[in-house]
């Protein structure tokens, strides 16, 4: 479902990724786990076509994406790859059912649509009654759901998730770990997870361990 093969990248002199390949399967929970500075986060950011490699591709459902132009793979970011950050990076102008829709809009889904979208998303993630608040009235475990269906508006082939869990408390890093597996149980859907977080990597399908730019056997 999204392979890649030999990726490395380098920043100047410095090597940081010396030539990774993996596949992740439809419906995989995949972890990513290793020490600082052991190239995890710009793996996932070369696998979600926020930056490019050195060498190798990436191959999202049979297609290499590292060779499209800068407009297509935007294309692809928005319609194929959802993301979820440490820190939810909502707009703090728009309220959770807003920021749900910007995705949708940007891929050129009409406004109703996008809306239909975004309340049925509210309404899986028990947050209905939190529609019309702005990320400041919001919990921080419900600002990161609120991320979470954003991520998942244009039903991507995967979602990547960088540190997710990592500003919550333990009660709603338990039910966001929690609802990555319901939405792997209920939708199919794939996600990779960079993380510190031991017991949510204990969790996975599958834990990638990275060490110095390579991956652990």
Do not use: C, W, Y
């Not at 596949?23 to 926020?50: F, N, R």
């Not at 294309?75 to 820190?87: A, P, S, T």
């Amino acid at each position: 479902m999204i392979t890649v093969k030999d990726i490395t990248k380098k920043f100047g002199e410095l090597e940081v990724l010396k030539g990774i390949s993996l596949s992740i399967e439809k419906g995989e929970v995949v972890s990513i786990v290793g020490p600082s500075g052991a190239g995890k986060t710009t793996l996932l950011q070369i696998m979600g076509l926020l930056d490019a490699p050195t060498s190798g591709e990436v191959i999202i459902d049979g297609r290499n994406v590292t060779s499209l132009k800068p407009k297509e793979q935007a294309k692809v970011r928005n319609l194929q790859i959802g993301f979820v950050f440490q820190f939810h990076q909502l707009l703090p102008e728009f309220t959770a059912r807003e920021n749900i829709m910007i995705p949708a809009l940007i891929a050129g889904r009409s406004r109703k649509e996008a809306g239909r979208k975004a309340d049925e998303l509210l309404r899986f993630l028990g947050l209905s009654d939190r529609a019309d608040h702005k990320p400041r009235q919001l919990s921080g475990g419900e600002n990161q759901r609120v991320a979470v269906a954003r991520a998942l508006v244009n039903d991507p082939a995967v979602i990547l998730a960088d540190e997710p869990s990592g500003s919550l408390d333990s009660h709603n890093k338990a039910e966001l770990h929690q609802l990555f597996f319901d939405l792997r149980d209920k939708m199919g859907q794939t996600f990779v997870i960079v993380t510190h977080d031991e017991q949510l990597a204990a969790l996975t399908d599958r834990t990638i361990h990275l060490k110095d730019g390579m991956i652990e056997n």
